[in-house]
């Protein structure tokens, strides 16, 4: 059985970023991941220096995967500092001058770079676990081709992805002669997630350098090919690793799911926060569960509170982009791999998805015609 002893006894023989030093006294060196027979560990660089250390992280990944027993390695470069934490990140290098760190925007700005072929990142993010973030990501995915995009879905939420269950896929994604990785395509959409790469338990444990340089690798060595719009089911939460992510992935927007209880609203803020503070625009909101409609007897219940995300997000200045109800077959047909807006296309939630999605197409347009050159005005 491989072990990280095996694994950093392997590195020692090569030289870590500074052309001397071995890779595991280097101090660029992430956790080791080991899951099995597969590999993964990440270099933290200086991101300048990337093509020149390529040679490093192919020879690193050499000499790990020439271990008996190893059947993968997957070795990234990562800005990210190395791993042990703040304390890794904030002190300075032996010999090296304490730097200023960077603040957020200062790290975003350095660190998006766009993923070639895709046009647009949204993130579907959530202040706390259990709204229904993935859910809503899946069927907003789906409802977004609907209006004729194409669409890709990145599943990066490590501490449960669920895009596999919700999409019925049970393929791993195919790793092509070119090094990129086919993903699965199912209801015409390109799905990747990181439950593909790591089994459930072993997701748990990863953490900061880990997991960014897992979602680089998901965002830049994915074949994506020419995607309008790639929705990322971000992790729920407003940890560092939600931060890090916001700030790391070239986001064009992101869009809230809350449920109405005020608790869920609490949390719905601090993700809009979290949001605005790397610059983000925040898309809307979405109250997911808002009312119950009885199967039996077709009477709608608000059972928390119905309409508390519309007022808090006209409160705050956030647009609302709509409801969906808490509805059995909702959940049914997420268990079963066929999403609502696939398995019921005319129904009231596939339309509901829809109205969602068409709020959120026409942000993103707006979005990219900000980006674009303003027009010249001629005075005649
Ligand atoms: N509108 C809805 N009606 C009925 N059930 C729903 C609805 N939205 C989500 N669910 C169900 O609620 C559960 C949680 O949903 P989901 O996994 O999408 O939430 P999440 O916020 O992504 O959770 P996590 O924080 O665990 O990632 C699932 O069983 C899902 O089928």
């Given amino acids: ?10 590195l020692a023989q ?6 001397t030093t071995p890779l595991p006294r280097s101090g660029t060196l992430s956790d080791i991941v080991v899951t099995n027979g597969k590999v993964y560990f990440s270099i933290g660089i200086d991101p300048t220096r990337a093509a020149e250390l390529e040679p490093m992280r192919a020879a690193a990944e050499r000499a790990v995967k020439a271990l008996a027993g190893v059947d993968a390695v997957v070795a990234t470069l990562t800005a990210e500092a190395p791993a042990g934490g ?21 790290t975003a700005a350095r660190a998006r770079t766009e993923v070639p072929g895709v046009k647009q990142i949204i993130a579907v993010a959530s202040g706390k676990g259990g709204v229904g973030k993935s859910t809503t990501a899946c069927n907003l995915a789906l409802a977004l081709a609907r209006t004729g995009l194409s669409v890709g879905v990145l599943d990066a939420d490590v501490y449960g992805p669920s895009m596999p269950r919700l999409f019925g896929i049970s393929s791993k994604p195919e790793l092509g002669d070119d090094r990129m990785l086919r993903p699965p395509e199912r209801f015409g959409l390109k799905v990747m997630s990181i439950g593909f790469l790591v089994e459930d338990e072993a997701a748990i444990i990863w953490r900061g350098p880990m997991v960014m340089s897992a979602l680089q690798q998901l965002l830049r060595e994915v074949a994506w090919g020419a995607l309008d719009v790639l929705v990322v089911d971000m992790p729920p939460g407003t940890g560092d690793a939600q931060l890090t992510m916001a700030q790391n992935v070239p986001l064009a927007g992101a869009v809230i799911v809350s449920t109405p209880q005020d608790l869920a ?8 926060a979290m949001f605005r503070k790397v610059d983000v625009p925040v898309l809307g909101i979405v109250e997911n569960m808002s009312t119950f409609i009885c199967p039996a007897c077709g009477t709608r219940s608000d059972i928390f509170g119905h309409g508390g995300a519309r007022h808090e997000a006209e409160r705050i ?3 609302f982009l709509g409801e969906v109800p808490l509805h059995i077959r909702i959940r049914e047909l997420s268990d079963s791999g066929e999403p609502v807006v696939v398995a019921d296309p005319d129904g009231p939630h596939a339309r509901a998805y829809d109205a969602i999605a068409h709020q959120v197409a026409s942000a993103l347009a707006g979005e990219a015609a900000g ?3 303003p027009p010249r005005i001629v005075i005649e």
Wanted: proline residues 14%; positive net charge.
């Fill in 317 to 319: 200045g956030v647009p």
């Fill in 371 to 373: 980006r674009r050159a």
């Fill in 1 to 10: 059985m491989i072990t990280n002893e095996h694994v950093l006894a392997a």
């Fill in 86 to 106: 703040r304390a890794a990140r904030t002190a300075p290098a032996p010999g090296r001058p304490a730097q200023a760190q960077p603040g957020p925007r200062a």
């Fill in 14 to 19: 090569v030289a870590g970023p500074d052309g």
């Fill in 265 to 272: 609203l609490i949390d719905a803020r601090r993700g809009i």
